[in-house]
């Protein structure tokens, strides 16, 4: 299966993982290790969530088309998350202002 992931997807990647110089590859490299694995659940609007295999709380939403995942975001679980959901969620309400 081909996985596609969108320049949003990267960036939230690198805020997150640092030191990639191939953000999209990497992340591609994940989603299929964590797809493999077994580690995917129903997202929200149609989307799936695979953690990713060797940090369970990083979380890549995917949207399925026909033959390819399209990785449209990253976010983390957690309390330690380098950056909390609650500035994804904002973001995503059209907030851009953070929620802060």
Known sequence: MLIAVTDHAADRYRQRVRGTLEPKREIATRVAAGREAGRISSGRRG???????????????????????????????????AVPRRFTDALERGDHRGAG
């Open 47 to 81: 989307t799936i969530e695979i953690s990713d295999a060797r940090r369970p709380d990083l979380i890549y939403v995917c949207r399925p088309e026909r033959d390819e995942l399209v990785v449209v975001t990253v976010y983390e679980r957690g309390q330690d998350a």
